[in-house]
């Protein structure tokens, strides 16, 4: 497709539960990022790649959440054992470089 | 640290006022400034951006925003407001030229739209 796609679109776990949350970027965009966005609040920089770089990791709230991106293209961020405060809508971007950030539509992830 | 800074958490005008959302950064060099909107129930949508060149920039939905370096600030306007202008809007800074573009978001304002 055209724009940056996210999956699932939604997602409900038990807490303790582990989840994982896929994001397909624009085709041939080499910075990824992940974006937390919890109720109310604005967007919490996770996890940010850029081509074959390391990526960079310093958002990510603890060593339960990680992520990789395969091949250049599709990233996973994977939530280990969650918990409610992990609730929130996780929003994944590509970008060419200091361009505009295009945005997927979210994975919005309820933790019960 | 870097930082942005949205002071109004919330803004309610009428339809067909004018509207002006502020945005303040804290960065030691001129970095690129971004406004993006978010519709509810959808994903975020670049309204405009500054790199260089013209302080005023002109966006997308009648949407125009001024970068002033003296006060750093990087405040939205719209002449006009329409009731499809109800959303959050996001201010973000990313560091310019610098080869790496970690991007910094504020924490929106929610504007209201009475009709």
């Known amino acids: 497709g055209a724009g940056v796609s996210q999956s699932p679109s939604n997602k409900v776990t038990e807490k303790g539960k582990d989840v994982e949350l896929r994001c397909d970027p624009i085709?041939?965009?080499?910075?990824l990022y992940w974006y937390r966005q919890s109720l109310g609040q604005g967007l919490e920089f996770l996890i940010y790649f850029q081509g074959n770089s390391a990526p960079d990791k310093s958002g990510l709230p603890s060593d339960r959440f990680s992520a990789e991106r395969t091949g250049g293209s599709v990233s996973t961020l994977t939530i280990q054992r969650t918990q409610q405060e992990d609730s929130a809508v996780y929003l994944c971007?590509?970008?060419?470089?200091?361009?505009?950030?295009?945005f997927g539509p979210g994975t919005r992830l309820l933790v019960l | 640290a870097q930082s942005v800074t949205q002071p109004d958490i919330h803004i309610t005008v009428s339809e067909g006022a004018s509207l002006e959302l502020r945005c303040n950064y804290s960065y030691g060099a001129t970095p690129y400034l971004f406004w993006y909107v978010q519709s509810p129930g959808q994903g975020l949508q670049l309204l405009l951006k500054?790199?260089?060149?013209?302080?005023l920039v002109q966006g997308i939905k009648g949407f125009e925003a001024e970068f002033k370096r003296s006060q750093s600030s990087f405040n939205l306007r719209k002449p006009s407001v329409h009731w499809s202008d109800a959303a959050e809007y996001f201010c973000?800074?990313?560091?310019?030229?610098?080869?790496?573009?970690?991007?910094?978001f504020g924490t929106g304002t929610r504007l209201k739209v009475l009709a």
């Open positions: 500054y790199f260089s060149g013209d302080t």
């Open positions: 085709s041939g965009h080499t910075a």
């Open positions: 971007a590509s970008t060419l470089g200091p361009e505009t950030q295009y």
């Open positions: 973000a800074v990313a560091p310019g030229g610098s080869g790496t573009y970690k991007y910094i």
